[in-house]
Protein backbone atom coordinates (compact mmCIF):
# COMPACT_ATOMS: atom_id res chain seq x y z
CA UNK A 1 0.00 0.00 0.00
CA UNK A 2 1.52 3.18 -1.03
CA UNK A 3 0.62 6.42 0.67
CA UNK A 4 0.24 4.60 4.27
CA UNK A 5 1.38 5.20 7.78
CA UNK A 6 1.53 2.75 10.46
CA UNK A 7 0.07 2.80 13.71
CA UNK A 8 -0.21 1.00 17.21
CA UNK A 9 -3.30 0.52 19.29
CA UNK A 10 -4.57 -2.50 21.51
CA UNK A 11 -1.54 -4.08 21.05
CA UNK A 12 -1.96 -4.02 17.53
CA UNK A 13 -0.04 -2.63 14.50
CA UNK A 14 -2.48 -0.84 11.74
CA UNK A 15 -1.23 0.40 7.85
CA UNK A 16 -4.05 3.16 7.23
CA UNK A 17 -4.53 5.46 4.06
CA UNK A 18 -5.99 7.83 6.45
CA UNK A 19 -3.93 9.78 8.59
CA UNK A 20 -4.82 8.58 11.95
CA UNK A 21 -3.09 11.55 13.89
CA UNK A 22 -5.00 10.26 17.36
CA UNK A 23 -2.97 7.29 17.49
CA UNK A 24 0.79 6.58 18.41
CA UNK A 25 3.13 6.02 14.82
CA UNK A 26 5.43 3.60 14.59
CA UNK A 27 7.99 2.58 12.05
CA UNK A 28 7.13 0.80 9.22
CA UNK A 29 7.17 -3.09 9.26
CA UNK A 30 6.60 -5.88 7.23
CA UNK A 31 3.09 -7.38 8.18
CA UNK A 32 0.92 -5.29 9.93
CA UNK A 33 -2.53 -6.48 11.66
CA UNK A 34 -4.83 -4.30 10.18
CA UNK A 35 -5.17 -2.43 7.21
CA UNK A 36 -7.37 0.62 6.56
CA UNK A 37 -8.23 1.29 2.55
CA UNK A 38 -10.39 3.78 1.08
CA UNK A 39 -12.58 2.77 -1.68
CA UNK A 40 -16.29 2.40 -2.46
CA UNK A 41 -18.90 0.33 0.28
CA UNK A 42 -22.14 -0.58 -1.55
CA UNK A 43 -25.32 0.63 0.44
CA UNK A 44 -27.05 -1.63 1.78
CA UNK A 45 -30.30 -2.10 4.31
CA UNK A 46 -31.01 -1.03 7.37
CA UNK A 47 -29.25 2.32 5.79
CA UNK A 48 -28.21 3.13 9.53
CA UNK A 49 -26.32 1.16 11.82
CA UNK A 50 -24.12 -2.48 11.87
CA UNK A 51 -25.30 -5.14 10.19
CA UNK A 52 -23.63 -8.24 8.85
CA UNK A 53 -22.67 -8.94 5.44
CA UNK A 54 -21.01 -11.63 3.70
CA UNK A 55 -17.68 -12.04 4.88
CA UNK A 56 -17.83 -9.36 7.64
CA UNK A 57 -19.67 -6.43 9.32
CA UNK A 58 -21.11 -2.92 7.35
CA UNK A 59 -21.37 0.07 9.44
CA UNK A 60 -23.42 2.76 7.57
CA UNK A 61 -23.29 6.23 9.01
CA UNK A 62 -24.90 8.38 6.89
CA UNK A 63 -23.65 11.79 6.10
CA UNK A 64 -20.02 10.56 7.60
CA UNK A 65 -19.40 7.43 6.03
CA UNK A 66 -19.72 3.18 5.40
CA UNK A 67 -17.00 1.09 6.86
CA UNK A 68 -16.77 -2.98 5.98
CA UNK A 69 -15.01 -4.69 8.59
CA UNK A 70 -13.76 -7.75 7.25
CA UNK A 71 -11.55 -10.74 8.95
CA UNK A 72 -10.50 -8.31 11.91
CA UNK A 73 -7.54 -7.98 9.95
CA UNK A 74 -9.29 -5.03 7.34
CA UNK A 75 -11.19 -2.24 7.41
CA UNK A 76 -12.56 -0.66 4.13
CA UNK A 77 -13.81 3.07 4.60
CA UNK A 78 -16.37 4.88 2.22
CA UNK A 79 -16.62 8.90 3.48
CA UNK A 80 -19.29 11.00 2.46
CA UNK A 81 -17.58 13.91 0.29
CA UNK A 82 -18.40 16.96 2.49
CA UNK A 83 -17.68 14.86 6.08
CA UNK A 84 -15.11 16.40 8.22
CA UNK A 85 -12.39 14.27 8.53
CA UNK A 86 -12.54 14.31 12.14
CA UNK A 87 -15.89 12.82 12.29
CA UNK A 88 -14.61 9.86 9.80
CA UNK A 89 -11.95 9.28 12.20
CA UNK A 90 -14.55 9.41 15.11
CA UNK A 91 -16.41 6.24 14.03
CA UNK A 92 -13.27 4.60 12.33
CA UNK A 93 -11.44 4.46 15.64
CA UNK A 94 -14.52 4.11 17.70
CA UNK A 95 -17.75 1.58 16.06
CA UNK A 96 -16.14 0.45 13.18
CA UNK A 97 -12.54 -0.71 15.19
CA UNK A 98 -14.73 -2.15 17.77
CA UNK A 99 -16.34 -4.26 15.64
CA UNK A 100 -12.85 -5.35 14.56
CA UNK A 101 -11.90 -6.19 17.83
CA UNK A 102 -14.37 -8.41 18.50
CA UNK A 103 -13.59 -10.24 15.44
CA UNK A 104 -10.42 -10.98 16.53
CA UNK A 105 -11.80 -12.48 19.62
CA UNK A 106 -11.02 -9.59 22.04
CA UNK A 107 -12.29 -8.11 24.67
CA UNK A 108 -13.23 -4.47 24.56
CA UNK A 109 -14.80 -2.73 27.50
CA UNK A 110 -16.52 0.56 27.81
CA UNK A 111 -13.81 1.45 30.25
CA UNK A 112 -10.83 3.44 30.98
CA UNK A 113 -7.91 1.82 32.49
CA UNK A 114 -4.47 3.53 34.58
CA UNK A 115 -1.63 2.14 35.91
CA UNK A 116 -1.08 1.85 39.41
CA UNK A 117 1.98 0.19 40.87
CA UNK A 118 3.01 -1.26 37.17
CA UNK A 119 -0.67 -2.52 36.79
CA UNK A 120 -4.01 -1.76 35.55
CA UNK A 121 -6.72 -0.55 37.35
CA UNK A 122 -10.11 -0.10 35.21
CA UNK A 123 -13.18 1.78 35.53
CA UNK A 124 -16.05 1.09 33.09
CA UNK A 125 -19.68 1.87 32.95
CA UNK A 126 -21.74 4.12 30.48
CA UNK A 127 -21.31 7.27 29.13
CA UNK A 128 -21.62 9.51 31.63
CA UNK A 129 -20.79 7.71 35.02
CA UNK A 130 -16.86 9.48 35.04
CA UNK A 131 -14.67 6.99 33.47
CA UNK A 132 -12.79 9.80 31.99
CA UNK A 133 -12.81 12.09 34.63
CA UNK A 134 -11.34 9.54 36.88
CA UNK A 135 -8.99 8.96 34.46
CA UNK A 136 -7.92 12.51 34.32
CA UNK A 137 -7.61 12.92 37.85
CA UNK A 138 -5.49 9.95 37.49
CA UNK A 139 -3.08 11.46 34.96
CA UNK A 140 -3.13 14.72 37.00
CA UNK A 141 -1.87 13.36 40.12
CA UNK A 142 1.18 11.45 38.12
CA UNK A 143 -0.45 8.21 37.39
CA UNK A 144 0.16 6.95 33.69
CA UNK A 145 -3.43 6.32 31.35
CA UNK A 146 -3.95 2.74 30.07
CA UNK A 147 -6.78 3.41 27.67
CA UNK A 148 -9.28 5.98 27.91
CA UNK A 149 -12.91 5.00 27.40
CA UNK A 150 -12.43 1.59 25.47
CA UNK A 151 -9.96 -0.44 27.34
CA UNK A 152 -9.06 -3.94 25.46
CA UNK A 153 -8.56 -7.10 27.33
CA UNK A 154 -6.49 -10.04 25.75
CA UNK A 155 -4.24 -12.64 27.20
CA UNK A 156 -0.67 -12.64 28.25
CA UNK A 157 1.49 -15.17 27.55
CA UNK A 158 0.35 -17.16 30.74
CA UNK A 159 -3.33 -16.21 29.57
CA UNK A 160 -3.63 -13.96 32.70
CA UNK A 161 -5.84 -10.75 31.64
CA UNK A 162 -3.50 -7.76 30.60
CA UNK A 163 -5.47 -4.55 29.56
CA UNK A 164 -3.52 -3.21 26.19
CA UNK A 165 -2.90 0.77 25.63
CA UNK A 166 -5.28 2.20 24.20
CA UNK A 167 -5.56 5.57 21.75
CA UNK A 168 -3.35 8.24 23.74
CA UNK A 169 -5.84 11.07 24.86
CA UNK A 170 -8.82 11.76 27.60
CA UNK A 171 -12.13 12.89 26.12
CA UNK A 172 -13.70 15.15 28.65
CA UNK A 173 -16.81 16.95 28.87
CA UNK A 174 -16.33 21.04 29.21
CA UNK A 175 -17.29 20.73 32.81
CA UNK A 176 -14.86 18.32 33.90
CA UNK A 177 -12.24 19.66 31.75
CA UNK A 178 -12.44 23.23 33.33
CA UNK A 179 -12.68 21.42 36.63
CA UNK A 180 -9.05 20.42 35.86
CA UNK A 181 -7.78 23.47 35.06
CA UNK A 182 -7.41 22.92 31.48
CA UNK A 183 -8.79 25.62 29.16
CA UNK A 184 -11.33 24.81 26.33
CA UNK A 185 -10.47 27.05 23.99
CA UNK A 186 -7.18 25.13 23.52
CA UNK A 187 -8.30 21.97 22.65
CA UNK A 188 -10.59 20.38 19.89
CA UNK A 189 -14.14 19.06 19.99
CA UNK A 190 -14.55 15.21 19.50
CA UNK A 191 -17.15 15.87 16.82
CA UNK A 192 -15.99 18.84 14.85
CA UNK A 193 -18.54 20.89 12.95
CA UNK A 194 -21.04 21.56 16.42
CA UNK A 195 -20.54 23.85 18.90
CA UNK A 196 -22.97 22.10 21.31
CA UNK A 197 -20.80 18.85 21.46
CA UNK A 198 -19.06 19.58 24.80
CA UNK A 199 -16.72 16.99 25.00
CA UNK A 200 -13.53 17.64 24.31
CA UNK A 201 -10.18 15.49 23.26
CA UNK A 202 -7.25 15.93 25.06
CA UNK A 203 -3.75 14.30 23.61
CA UNK A 204 -0.97 12.95 25.87
CA UNK A 205 2.25 13.30 25.59
CA UNK A 206 4.38 9.92 25.37
CA UNK A 207 5.63 10.13 29.27
CA UNK A 208 2.15 10.39 30.42
CA UNK A 209 1.04 6.98 28.79
CA UNK A 210 1.95 3.36 29.02
CA UNK A 211 2.79 1.83 25.62
CA UNK A 212 2.98 -1.73 26.64
CA UNK A 213 0.50 -4.30 28.10
CA UNK A 214 -0.04 -4.38 31.58
CA UNK A 215 -1.80 -7.11 34.18
CA UNK A 216 -5.48 -6.49 34.69
CA UNK A 217 -5.08 -6.15 38.99
CA UNK A 218 -9.05 -5.19 39.76
CA UNK A 219 -12.02 -3.98 37.74
CA UNK A 220 -14.39 -1.13 39.03
CA UNK A 221 -17.65 -0.51 37.58
CA UNK A 222 -18.75 2.82 38.29
CA UNK A 223 -22.47 3.30 39.71
CA UNK A 224 -23.91 6.63 41.29
CA UNK A 225 -25.24 6.59 44.81
CA UNK A 226 -25.41 8.98 47.63
CA UNK A 227 -22.74 7.34 49.80
CA UNK A 228 -19.33 6.16 48.53
CA UNK A 229 -19.33 2.54 48.83
CA UNK A 230 -16.81 -0.28 47.39
CA UNK A 231 -18.82 -3.74 47.45
CA UNK A 232 -17.29 -6.94 45.43
CA UNK A 233 -19.08 -8.55 42.42
CA UNK A 234 -18.31 -12.34 42.08
CA UNK A 235 -19.56 -15.36 40.29
CA UNK A 236 -22.22 -14.86 37.27
CA UNK A 237 -22.55 -11.53 38.37
CA UNK A 238 -19.30 -10.25 37.38
CA UNK A 239 -19.60 -11.96 34.13
CA UNK A 240 -22.83 -9.90 33.69
CA UNK A 241 -21.58 -6.91 34.19
CA UNK A 242 -18.57 -7.35 31.84
CA UNK A 243 -21.36 -8.32 29.23
CA UNK A 244 -23.14 -5.46 29.99
CA UNK A 245 -20.29 -2.85 29.76
CA UNK A 246 -18.73 -4.65 26.33
CA UNK A 247 -17.94 -1.75 24.18
CA UNK A 248 -19.91 -1.79 21.36
CA UNK A 249 -21.72 -5.09 22.11
CA UNK A 250 -23.99 -5.33 19.33
CA UNK A 251 -21.46 -6.21 16.84
CA UNK A 252 -20.67 -9.87 19.25
CA UNK A 253 -25.15 -10.40 19.00
CA UNK A 254 -24.87 -9.38 14.69
CA UNK A 255 -21.79 -11.95 13.84
CA UNK A 256 -19.70 -12.66 16.65
CA UNK A 257 -19.15 -15.62 18.16
CA UNK A 258 -21.64 -15.32 21.85
CA UNK A 259 -20.23 -18.18 23.49
CA UNK A 260 -16.64 -17.10 23.34
CA UNK A 261 -17.82 -14.11 24.79
CA UNK A 262 -19.67 -15.45 27.12
CA UNK A 263 -16.57 -17.37 28.23
CA UNK A 264 -14.09 -14.92 28.18
CA UNK A 265 -16.14 -12.73 30.22
CA UNK A 266 -16.23 -15.82 32.36
CA UNK A 267 -12.24 -16.20 32.69
CA UNK A 268 -11.76 -12.53 33.12
CA UNK A 269 -14.35 -12.30 36.00
CA UNK A 270 -12.72 -15.41 37.66
CA UNK A 271 -9.39 -14.15 37.26
CA UNK A 272 -9.95 -10.08 38.09
CA UNK A 273 -11.56 -8.96 41.17
CA UNK A 274 -14.33 -6.81 40.06
CA UNK A 275 -15.71 -3.99 42.64
CA UNK A 276 -19.05 -2.02 42.35
CA UNK A 277 -18.14 1.42 42.76
CA UNK A 278 -20.77 4.08 43.96
CA UNK A 279 -19.92 7.82 45.12
CA UNK A 280 -21.87 10.72 44.82
CA UNK A 281 -21.91 12.85 41.21
CA UNK A 282 -19.93 15.59 40.92
CA UNK A 283 -16.38 17.22 40.86
CA UNK A 284 -16.08 18.96 44.51
CA UNK A 285 -14.85 15.89 46.11
CA UNK A 286 -13.27 13.79 43.60
CA UNK A 287 -10.16 13.89 45.59
CA UNK A 288 -11.35 12.60 49.20
CA UNK A 289 -13.11 9.66 47.02
CA UNK A 290 -10.04 8.74 44.74
CA UNK A 291 -7.81 8.73 48.49
CA UNK A 292 -10.37 6.41 49.40
CA UNK A 293 -10.34 4.08 46.33
CA UNK A 294 -6.59 3.92 46.27
CA UNK A 295 -7.15 2.78 50.08
CA UNK A 296 -9.36 -0.05 48.94
CA UNK A 297 -6.93 -1.27 45.86
CA UNK A 298 -3.97 -1.39 48.15
CA UNK A 299 -5.82 -4.02 50.05
CA UNK A 300 -7.20 -6.01 47.31
CA UNK A 301 -5.31 -9.76 47.56
CA UNK A 302 -5.37 -10.96 43.57
CA UNK A 303 -3.56 -14.32 44.99
CA UNK A 304 -6.89 -14.92 46.70
CA UNK A 305 -9.00 -15.21 42.81
CA UNK A 306 -8.73 -18.26 41.21
CA UNK A 307 -6.23 -18.70 38.08
CA UNK A 308 -3.69 -15.36 39.58
CA UNK A 309 -0.39 -14.94 40.64
Not at 42 to 59: D, F, T, V, W
Not at 246 to 251: D, E, I, P, S
Request: proline letters at 6%; aromatic letters at 6%.
Amino acid sequence: MSGTSDYQVFGLTIRSEIPLPELLAVERGDDPHVTITKGGVAPRLPAHGLQSIEGGLLLNIPGIARYEVRGGSQILVDAAADAPDRNVRLYLLGSALGALLHQRGLLPLHANAVEVGNEAVAFMGASGLGKSTLAAWFHDSGYRVIADDVCVVGPDSSGRPTARPGLPRLRLWKEALEASGRDSANYERAWAGSEEWDKFDVPLEHPSVVEEDRLLRAVYVLKRSDEFDIQPVTGSRAAQALIENTYRGRAVQVAGDMRLHWETCMLVAERVPLFEFRRPWGLSRLGDDMAALLLHLSGVDTKRVPGSV
